[in-house]
């Protein structure tokens, strides 16, 4: 997974500026920032706010409303598992019990060396090849207890 | 140099297309990227072309490439592997294949592919015949919206066409959220141009030169390879300012969403495209009216869009001719979950629910008796194998309580506990509820507490109550399909498994 940049106003101001005229900007300059970031810093919130003529509580609402913009930076990778019912019916559940001990960390956290943030998803469109995940954005299908230990194994 | 044909479907990705793709080019085969046939239980499928046609192995590991080449897959070479011409697999020479005739056979980067294998006939008959008989054509075909609502497109259409107004749009909803459903993502990465033509033709249609496609985060492959198809649509003459060389205008902007499950309901969308919390609007007014910033908009699902190339090239009869009732032409159904033969088949409406999953998909992947299948994503009813001669259609399901939403069918075996099922749709609607109105917001959260009450055995039928009257509030007070619809999960859950709902834990009562 690319590394992120750390905080800079002028590079978020740069950011705002190239996306602040498309119609129903709010959006496109979020994913922006957290592209650029890795998450929507709370000192961007007022530099959008000025650039789209909303209030810093209406960015903010926005910011806070939809699960995939963070709040906080992420670990190095992103392993996102997928919760929804087809997932479950094959037994996604228990899956997911044994990640959480493995890594040692509940959903939405990172584990201590910074290396993995564990993200619950409903639904990856993958439920054919259930239960599923994506690891920084790679697909994984069929998962079971060895395949994550595989997967996870480049992220130390 | 043989072709070769490898998908490059998210699904086939997750079970390691891509390390395949990489050995078969090491083996010197010219390797072209489709999407998904839709047979996840073959994938990865290679497909080597031959003077005989194409012929299909899989599934293929890439620890199997080496062999396979010794044994003579590049001229379609006998191996245990070896599934023949892929239109002959049952599957495959069971469908209607009109929407995903295309689907993992061409190459989805490829405008000259698509119009080799019959695209842009409809695009081009659409501009011959004009607006007014397309909308015609379009109403005649009875095509209803794939996103589950199953509203007429054509009525919708000429009520867009009909307002006045300096912009309209036209908005496909690709936030495809609903657990077991991918119908959307294999047709943007597997025929994209499908999606790109139905819209060019609703903007002709409507008088609209502004499309957005919303397409959720979660299919990050399916926004690349939409945005590929955008350049190469703009490139080849598709989208612009002369669309085909007829004058018209027509340009197509892919939005992404950000996890919100609400969003797929099309009046959060609009907001969420508005740049603003995804809520949900009272209607009226129609989006057909006063959609997006305001403007008179079309919003239809991806599917619904993609059917139209298919209506317009063949005409109406065609796509009418297919179908049970009044649910005309095909449907892409998606077998997910416990399931051996787990994928996407289109077919007319017409099945029944036990076809579906007894011979389609040949019972579950577990090899345990199947117990319940959930129809319709999170909002739609489990059925019992008691039920599986529902017909799959609008009104069959609707008359049972339950829906076929966009089309996903996840199967459970005997060890679902469907108490939990029935408490997970509560924490689902809870998690996802846009706040708006109250049976939603509220009601989800004390359905959840309800349930949880129930699950420690206490005051059971009092709380059971409780459940069944929570339900009636939340169906007929919330705003929208999400708190409307998820007491079809909660209550199906308790009819047709009340044994669950009886707890060893009762004892303590």
Redesign the interface.
């Known amino acids: 997974m690319g590394a992120h940049a750390p905080w800079n106003a002028d590079r978020a101001a740069s950011v705002i500026a190239g996306l602040q005229d498309r ?6 300059i ?2 922006a920032l957290q592209e650029e970031f890795g998450y929507v810093p709370a000192e961007a919130i007022p530099l959008v706010a000025a650039a ?1 003529n909303l209030t810093r509580a209406e960015v903010h ?2 910011a806070t ?5 963070r709040r906080t930076p992420p670990g190095r990778h992103v392993l ?1 598992l ?1 919760r ?7 037994g996604a559940d228990r899956l997911h019990a044994a990640a959480r001990r493995r890594l040692g960390i509940g959903w939405h956290e990172t584990t201590a060396d910074g290396a993995v943030s564990l993200e619950p ?10 239960p ?1 995940g ?1 690891l920084d ?6 998962l079971d207890a060895a395949g994550l230990d595989a997967a996870l194994e480049g992220t130390r | 140099m043989t072709r070769v044909f490898v998908p490059r479907d ?2 086939a ?3 390691g297309a891509e390390a395949v793709a990489t050995r078969l080019a090491a083996a010197g085969a010219q390797v072209v990227r489709t999407g998904s046939r839709g047979m ?1 239980w073959l ?1 990865p499928m290679v497909e080597v072309e031959t003077p005989a046609g194409r012929i299909a192995y899989g599934p293929v590991r890439a620890a199997d490439v080496d062999g396979l080449v010794a044994a003579g897959m590049l001229t379609g070479g006998a191996h245990p592997l070896r599934r023949g011409r892929p239109e002959d697999i049952p599957f495959l020479a069971g469908q209607t294949r009109f929407t995903f005739a295309r689907c993992g056979v061409v190459d989805p980067t490829s405008l000259d592919d698509y119009c080799a294998a019959g695209g842009l006939k409809g695009l081009r008959r659409a501009l011959e015949i004009g607006p007014a008989a397309t909308i015609s054509e379009v109403t005649a075909s009875g095509l209803r919206g794939r996103g589950g609502a199953g509203f007429p497109t054509g009525i919708k259409w000429k009520t867009a066409a009909d307002a006045v107004a300096g912009r309209k749009f036209i908005v496909a909803n690709a936030d ?7 119908a ?2 294999m047709l943007m990465e597997g025929d994209p141009f499908a999606l790109i033509e139905g819209m060019a033709i609703a903007g002709l249609a409507v008088g609209a030169t502004k499309g957005f496609v919303y397409t959720r ?6 926004i690349a390879a939409f945005e590929r198809a955008l350049s190469a649509a703009r490139a080849g003459g598709l989208l612009g300012t002369d669309v085909l060389g007829s004058g018209m205008a027509f340009d197509i902007e892919q ?7 609400i969003c797929g309901e099309e009046t959060s969308l609009l907001d ?7 809520q949900v609007r009272a209607k009226p007014p129609l989006p057909a009216i006063k959609g997006l ?1 305001g403007q008179p908009t079309v919003i239809n699902n991806v599917i619904t869009l993609a059917s139209v190339p298919f209506i317009l090239a063949e005409g109406a009869a065609a796509y009418h001719g297919v179908g049970y009732g009044r649910s005309r032409g095909t449907m892409p159904i ?5 399931i051996r033969h ?3 088949f289109e077919a007319g409406f017409g099945l029944t629910l036990g076809e579906i999953v007894e011979d389609l998909g040949a019972g579950t ?1 577990t090899g345990r008796p199947v117990r319940a299948v ?1 129809v319709g994503g ?1 909002l739609g009813a489990y059925f019992p194998p008691a039920l599986f001669d529902t017909v799959f259609d609008y009104e069959s399901f609707a008359a049972r309580d339950g829906l076929i939403g966009h089309g ?1 069918v ?4 005997d060890t ?1 506990d469907m108490l939990a ?1 029935a408490r ?1 749709a509560m924490e ?1 609607c809870a ?2 509820s ?1 706040g708006k109105c109250t049976p939603c917001r509220i009601g989800s959260v004390r359905g959840m507490e309800v349930i949880d009450r129930v699950l420690a055995g206490r005051d059971v039928d009092a709380n059971l109550e409780l459940l069944r009257d929570l339900c009636e509030t939340m169906k007929f007070g919330s705003l929208c399909a999400l708190g409307g619809f998820i007491p079809y999960p909660v209550m199906s859950a308790l009819v047709h498994f009340p044994e669950d709902f009886r707890r060893p834990a009762l004892a303590a009562e």
């Open positions: 119609e129903g900007a709010a959006l496109p979020l994913h789209l609402g926005i409303f939809y699960h995939e913009f996102h997928c929804a019912e087809a997932c479950q019916a094959m998803v409903f639904c990856l469109g993958l439920c054919a090849v259930a599923s994506m954005g790679a697909p994984l299908g069929r | 998210a699904a990705l997750a079970l996840f994938e495809e959220g609903d657990s077991g459903t991918f959307d993502r985060s979660e299919y990050p492959h399916a939005r992404v969403g950000a996890g919100a499950y969420s495209l508005e740049g603003r919390r995804g910033f998606q077998l997910a979950g416990n787990a994928g996407l992947a959930q999170p996903g996840v199967v459970f075996d679902v099922q997970f689902f998690a996802e846009c």
